[in-house]
């Protein structure tokens, strides 16, 4: 069965939520949202995320370490922490709603009403997700900024630089805001074609009369009485 351009843009969108979705949820784990090159030792690389720190030696080995203690992480840490989670969330109750909302998904199909405000609540979501990914990753991007070029630091001291994740962060939050705006938008377009109207038939009225004298059955009408007086 082909399908109409509007359930084209759907799945289109699912594709680009689920993919900042899946990227969200990496994002959390890893421990790459910053990066310390040691100048004094060169043969090791400091990596930190949100849920621990790890040393990466140039032999390959590497060994992580838990962060201590929640509450002993600096602020924009423990926030990052609960809107990443937040963000993993909403993305996965987003993927549910919209998914049952689908044009080409037969679930309440009977229900036209029904799926649009599916979809409705599904793009929210993942609108949602996408800035609670997008500001917690900025937070920590300008935190990281100001550390770096702080003149009261001496220059000896290493400084802490972007990690990978923090970037694939950014496209998370994108990909999940423009799927999500997408479901939206599909909301807005015609459900259903308008059906065509059917053509008038056209009525042809019978001549009441022809030429003088003359019935519309072809018979010469007999003249009236009046007719007759000279």
């Known amino acids: ?116 405000w599916l979809l409705l609540a599904g793009g929210a979501a993942f609108g949602t997700s996408g800035i609670t990914t997008l500001a917690p990753v900025s937070w920590v991007a300008y935190n990281t900024v100001l550390e770096f070029w702080d003149e009261t630091i001496p220059n000896i001291v290493p400084r802490w630089e972007f990690g990978e994740a923090m970037f694939l962060g950014w496209f998370a939050g994108f990909f999940l805001a423009a799927g999500g705006l997408l479901l939206i938008y599909t909301t807005c377009l015609n459900r259903t074609e308008t059906p065509a109207v059917p053509s008038a038939v056209c009525l042809q009225r019978p001549a009441m009369e022809g030429p003088a004298g003359i019935s519309p059955w072809g018979h010469r009408s007999h003249p009236k009485a009046a007719d007759l007086v000279i």
């Open 1 to 116: 069965m082909a399908w109409s351009c509007n359930t084209k843009v759907q799945l289109g969108a699912m594709f680009l939520a689920l993919f900042g979705w899946v990227s969200s949820c990496v994002t959390t784990f890893v421990p790459l949202w910053k990066n310390l090159n040691l100048d004094l030792n060169e043969l090791e690389i400091w990596t930190m995320g949100l849920w621990q720190v790890c040393i990466v030696q140039e032999e390959g080995a590497t060994e992580c370490k838990a962060h201590d203690s929640f509450l002993a992480l600096p602020l924009e840490l423990r926030v990052s922490r609960i809107l990443m989670c937040l963000s993993n969330g909403l993305g996965l109750l987003g993927f549910l709603l919209a998914s049952l909302g689908l044009d080409c998904w037969k679930a309440c199909e009977g229900k036209p009403d029904l799926k649009k």
